[in-house]
């Protein structure tokens, strides 16, 4: 009687590990990406912001360049409180008191496309290499905007935040932006 061949993989522990390891990065491209972009921010990307015209709320800020170009950021990956929603001043008066006379920079999101819908440039704002976005959520300033930012450092400071209670998080039940302008049309 002949034996049939066994045709299973026969692999090693180590193999099976790697095969897991990669399949889970593979799965997870939005979350490295982003995660990579809070440490790509290299100098010489950065564009100097001569002068901050107004801060509208905790993620949308008015801007003149050194080049006297007038431009309208939004801060990429965060959503901070509408002005009339709890929290909604307080996170204004947060990014207010951590860039009102700073050195500030900006580096747009994506090269590309570096508008929203809206015309706002989609960046990231920098005092020094302190990436403004992130401390506004790791202050309790502002949410992370999940649909947009997959950064593991964000969703790291946002759960931080929450269990310290930090800022917005000290109302047991606040409301996510995107929830209030559904409920109120915005």
Not at 28 to 47: P, Q, R, W
Not at 59 to 64: E, K, Q, R, W, Y
Not at 80 to 93: I, V
Request: net charge positive; glycine share 6%.
């Amino acid at each position: 009687m002949k034996r049939k061949k066994n045709t299973r993989f026969n692999l090693k522990p180590r193999t099976v590990a790697v095969i897991i390891i990669a399949t889970i990065i593979g799965s997870m491209g939005g979350f490295l990406n982003d995660t990579l972009y809070d440490f790509s921010a290299v100098d010489e990307n950065k564009i100097t912001i001569k002068h901050i015209n107004s801060i509208h709320d905790g993620d949308t800020i008015n801007i003149t360049t050194h080049n006297n170009k007038k431009v309208k950021i939004r801060l990429y990956g965060i959503d901070a409180p509408e002005l009339k929603q709890p929290f909604g001043e307080q996170s204004q008066l947060c990014l207010e008191e951590m860039i009102k006379n700073q050195n500030i920079s900006y580096i747009p999101r994506n090269k590309n496309k570096s508008t929203d819908k809206y015309g706002r440039t989609v960046a990231v704002i920098f005092k020094g290499n302190t990436n403004i976005n992130l401390e506004m959520v790791k202050k309790g300033c502002a949410w992370n905007y999940m649909y947009y930012n997959k950064s593991l450092y964000t969703i790291f400071a946002q759960i931080t935040a929450k269990n310290k209670k930090a800022g917005l998080w000290a109302d047991n039940n606040p409301q996510a932006p995107w929830d209030y302008r559904k409920q109120t049309k915005q």
